[in-house]
C-alpha cells in the first residue's frame, strides 16, 4: 500500500552531479528500509545504497562507495540519492524500493517506484 515516485533523473557528462529523489505516499516503518537499484540495458538490477528508516544507517555497493550518498526525511518521506563524479558505467534506470531487510536480491524488496533514467554520456 505503499507508492514511490523517483524523480531527478537526467542527461549528464562523465564528472558531473546528479541528486535523485524517491517520493513515498502510504506506511514506511521503522523496520523498514529505502534502497535504491539501477538496472542499465541487458543487465540484472542492481543494487546501489540502502539506508534504514529507524536510524540513519546506510550501506553501499563499492562501486559507487565515497561518490553516492543517500539521505532521508522522515517528515516529508523521502528518500535523496546524491551521485558525484559520475561515470558512463553509472548509466541506468534508477529504481527505489522498499524492503523489510537489507538485501542486494530485488525479489526481497516489498514496492518499487517507476524509475527514473539517469545517462551518463559526452
Known amino acids: 500500500q505503499v507508492q514511490l515516485v523517483e524523480s531527478g533523473g537526467g542527461l549528464v557528462q562523465p564528472g558531473d552531479s546528479l541528486r535523485l529523489s524517491c517520493a513515498a505516499s502510504?506506511?514506511?516503518?521503522?523496520?523498514?528500509?529505502i534502497g535504491w537499484f539501477r538496472q542499465a540495458p541487458g543487465m540484472a538490477r542492481e543494487f546501489v545504497a540502502a539506508i534504514r528508516w529507524s536510524d540513519d544507517r546506510s550501506y553501499y555497493q563499492d562501486s559507487v562507495k565515497g561518490r553516492f550518498a543517500i539521505s532521508k526525511d522522515k517528515a516529508k518521506k523521502t528518500v535523496d540519492l546524491q551521485m558525484n563524479s559520475l561515470k558512463s558505467e553509472d548509466t541506468a534506470v534508477y529504481y527505489c524500493?522498499?524492503?523489510?531487510?537489507?538485501?542486494?536480491?530485488?525479489?526481497?524488496?516489498?514496492?518499487w517506484g517507476q524509475g527514473t533514467q539517469v545517462t551518463v554520456s559526452s
Open positions: 502510504g506506511r514506511i516503518y521503522s523496520s523498514h528500509l
Open positions: 524500493a522498499r524492503g523489510n531487510s537489507l538485501s542486494a536480491v530485488p525479489s526481497d524488496w516489498n514496492s
